[in-house]
């Protein structure tokens, strides 16, 4: 098997099965990762002395991930690369419509493109990787205990109209069967999601009253990332579910219907028994009845298998050995799995914006968001938590920005106006008039533009500048420049000495005396007119 990091929730998945009892095969089998990797997580927990009678913290399932992980894996055999390379090649062999024996394949391999590696190499390397596997005799298995087992399935029923966009779709329903009593539970559905899984699900444990310890499910996309026959790997945002709910999944292998044969032969029986011929107002019309067919129709009949009254059973037998139902429905996260952190420090989920420290900008991380919260990973390391934000929406850390920087990606005004004051009194109040207008953002460019003049030439002088602007109420920056660039320009001629003096500004251009500007002429003036 080629090999896999596990992540925080990976790892989480191992230990809570060691705490719960199981063994480093079972664990190995159930969940997909190798039972040497099971081996050093659980003689990591066993060595740092972690309780197993509760659920373990993030912390210490970080420590165990850290101190596991520093370790170098093998890299995978010469023999085991060798046959990875004539991968496409034993692909169409096995995936003929008469595939040819794997034996006849190390032959053609062999003999015709120069392979060296044995056939045992072949034989796993087509198991773990291809899915390949023998045909086996089928055999009736027995039931499992009372309350250990679900069996669940979507089954298509028909046509119903929703009533929330007007059109005919298609109806599903989720299938809950308990494999030792046959009760079981029929929750309709135009959605096979896996927000619509979960809820289903603990629609049937309300239904119960009681919560079976294990599920067997479908390899529907909605629970199962990876279909592969060995080593399926869950959806993780329905592994959340299940280890919230502290229960354990073992999806049936693909195209194998054997695997759950207690709920596949139930779905036309669902059908036919409960959704053909009639009429429903609607989908909670529809759900309704559902339920009222699985409790006294489905529920009270003799089954054909048992000879037993499931419901009977259930009660009798089976409700007592189950886990207590839960109180509400699950929150069910959504998880990015691979979310670039883009230049301006935001990653980008269900159409909404998160900052992110700057030294993961560039890095790729993956994030869980519920209802709540929106939590941000790097490996198996939580970097950022955020408030869920509506689609368009954006939450931004100042510190996540360099320093310096937040401010102008904020486009803080009131910031931009303080960082004025601090350069003088006049030239606070001239950004305040620059920036006061109804829409401040569209001349910040202007007030970063006046900060920068008190770097070029001076705090003093453009504090005299904004103290002449004021007066005269001219609230442009352009023009503050000019006057600068005027005041700073070095004179000509013989006082060319003087250059490198702070020289007095320019007296208004169309200055002229007081007595231009008398209204009435001096009395003695006019006696001697």
């Known amino acids: 098997m080629t090999y896999r990091e596990l992540t925080m929730i ?21 969940t997909g990762v190798d039972r040497k990797t099971v081996v050093r997580y659980r003689a990591v927990a066993e060595q740092l002395g972690l309780p197993r009678d509760r659920a373990l913290t993030d912390d210490e399932v970080h420590e165990v991930a850290q101190r596991v992980q520093a370790r170098p894996l093998r890299d995978a055999t010469a023999e085991w690369q060798e046959v990875a390379g004539h991968k496409e090649r034993i692909e169409e062999w096995l995936g003929r419509k008469r595939p040819l024996r794997l034996k006849k394949i190390h032959v053609l391999l062999k003999r015709d493109h120069g392979l060296e590696a044995s056939y045992d190499t072949l034989r796993r390397y087509a198991i ?19 309350g250990q087992e679900a069996q669940v399935d979507f089954g298509r029923m028909g046509h119903l109209l929703d009533e929330a966009t007007g059109r005919i779709r298609v109806l ?27 809820e289903g699900l603990d629609r049937a444990w309300w239904f119960f009253g009681a919560m079976a310890k294990g599920i067997l499910p479908d390899n529907t996309p909605g629970i199962v990332k990876d279909p592969d026959a060995l080593n399926p790997i869950l959806v993780p945002s329905f592994l959340d579910y299940v280890q919230a709910r502290d229960i354990f999944v073992d999806p049936a292998r693909i195209r194998s219907p054997r695997d759950k044969a207690r709920v596949e032969n139930q779905v036309p ?18 759900r309704r009845s559902a339920e009222y067919w699985c409790r006294e129709t489905a529920g009270g009949r003799v089954h054909g298998t048992t000879r037993q009254v499931p419901r009977e059973v259930f009660a009798a037998v089976e409700k007592a050995a189950m886990l207590r139902a839960p109180s509400e429905l699950y929150d069910v996260p959504v998880w990015a799995e691979r979310a670039k952190v883009h230049p301006d420090h935001h990653i980008q989920l ?24 929106v939590k941000i990973y790097q490996g198996t390391e939580l970097i950022k938590v955020h408030p869920r934000q509506p689609r368009g929406g954006r939450s931004t850390d100042p510190n996540d920005y360099p320093t310096g920087k937040a401010t102008y990606a904020l486009r803080s005004v009131d910031a931009l106006v303080v960082r004025a004051r601090e350069k003088g009194t006049h030239i606070g109040q001239y950004a305040e008039q620059l920036l006061g207008g109804p829409l401040p953002w569209t001349r910040m460019r202007q007030a970063y533009a006046l900060l920068r003049l008190c770097d070029k030439y001076g705090e003093g002088r453009v504090e005299a500048v904004c103290q002449s602007a004021l007066a005269f109420d001219v609230v442009d920056v352009t023009r503050i420049t000019r006057r600068l660039k005027l005041a700073a320009k070095p004179p000509v001629g013989p006082s060319d000495s003087c250059s490198g003096k702070i020289l007095p500004l320019p007296a208004p251009r169309f200055a002229r005396p007081d007595e231009h500007f008398a209204t009435q002429k001096d009395s003695k003036k006019q006696e001697g007119s």
Do not use: M, N
């Open 128 to 146: 773990q990787e291809l899915g390949w596997r023998k045909k086996a005799l089928t055999v009736r298995l027995e039931d499992p205990p009372a």
């Open 10 to 30: 990976d790892v989480r998945e191992v230990l809570r099965r060691w705490a719960a009892g199981q063994g480093d095969r079972q664990i190995d089998r159930d």
């Open 350 to 373: 269900l159409q909404a914006l998160y900052s992110v420290p700057t030294r993961y900008v560039g890095k790729e991380v993956r994030a869980r968001a519920d209802k709540q919260l």
């Open 269 to 286: 029986y669902v059908r036919e028994s409960w959704f053909d011929g009639e009429t429903f107002q609607g989908l909670e019309d529809a």
């Open 172 to 198: 599903w329903a989720l299938i809950v069967t308990l494999s030792f009593s046959r009760y079981q539970f029929a929750w309709p559905t135009f959605r096979q999601t896996t927000e619509a899984i979960c």
